[in-house]
């Protein structure tokens, strides 16, 4: 069975500019399907590091010496990078998507697709679980979550939903979630808005943009100059926090320019327009249509 099938591999690994001899990092391994290719781009002294805080994936990791795994969340970037001497890199790349292999394993509680456990943990030996999310969280906190990282309209009725039900028992299942919300559901459009509503939840539940946030601020000392930053983002909110970082440099995409106007960014925007996947990949993977590819490389200082 593939573990996951790598979206937009080629475009990705090109992006990075691959120098043979060069240390390459992949913070979201996975299948290992983007850093076989980049491997089949190094030269023997070349290195790459492979993050991944799901232990599924370290049984997908290939028997090569030029690879080092590291079983951890990428926001800690930094500080492994250092701790195996390899800090700064030559180029970094996060596809920010969830595993088709997370996806279809119903115990993960990741798909509304099967009945399991309401976990969607990253990692499952840390953090609080979707559970805990849906039947802890006060009404207020459920209704922005649905709102902000669902995008969902209906996130206050959906929300209010979940506080009755859960007076009634504790929601465990997914299937029990989906049951919750069946009558909010609308009609011809129930796997589009439970999809955004798990969505919502699993973000929650692995602080994702607190982590991409992180990752990012510590990317333009981590690369080396003419170094790339390779990103695969597919919610609108990750898209623009990535846009605007690689654009100025900073979280808040605040343009900063020196005395002569010159504009104070540690990056130069290789992509202008995100990347997206073609049709012809779409229809091998359907799970590739909201990934947008942004790339940055880091600028040369003049002495």
Do not use: W
Request: some cysteine.
């Amino acid at each position: 069975m593939m573990y996951h099938n790598p979206v937009l591999l080629e475009e990705s690994v090109s992006a990075l500019a691959i120098v043979p001899d060069g240390i390459y990092v992949d913070v979201t391994f996975g299948g290992g399907g983007h850093s076989r290719r980049i491997l089949e781009s190094l030269s023997s002294q070349g290195r790459l590091i492979a993050f991944d805080q799901d232990k599924d994936s370290a049984a997908n990791v290939p028997d090569d010496p030029r690879i080092t795994f590291v079983p951890s969340n990428f926001k800690h970037l930094k500080r492994f990078l250092q701790y195996h001497q390899a800090y700064p890199v030559n180029g970094i790349l996060a596809d920010l998507g969830v595993s088709s292999h997370q996806f279809d394993t119903p115990e993960r509680g990741f798909s509304h697709r099967f009945d399991g456990q309401l976990d969607m943990r990253m990692n499952t030996a840390a953090g609080i679980s979707a559970a805990d999310v849906v039947n802890r969280y006060p009404e207020q906190r459920l209704s922005e979550i649905f709102f902000l990282y669902g995008e969902l309209h209906d996130a206050r009725r959906l929300a209010r939903l979940i506080v009755k039900k859960r007076e009634e028992g504790p929601i465990d299942t997914t299937q029990q979630l989906r049951d919750t919300l069946q009558d909010c559901l609308p009609k011809g459009r129930e796997n589009k808005v439970l999809s955004q509503i798990f969505q919502a939840i699993r973000i929650e539940v692995n602080s994702e943009y607190e982590v991409l946030r992180e990752f990012l601020a510590q990317t333009p000392e981590a690369l080396l100059p003419g170094g790339r930053l390779v990103v695969i983002s597919y919610h609108s909110l990750e898209d623009k926090l990535v846009k605007n970082f690689i654009r100025s440099g900073n979280l808040e995409g605040k343009i900063e320019k020196d005395f002569y106007g010159n504009q104070l960014t540690p990056f130069k925007v290789i992509t202008r327009k995100a990347i997206v996947p073609t049709e012809e990949e779409i229809e091998i993977n359907s799970r590739a249509r909201s990934a947008k590819l942004r790339v940055a490389e880091k600028l040369k200082t003049n002495n």
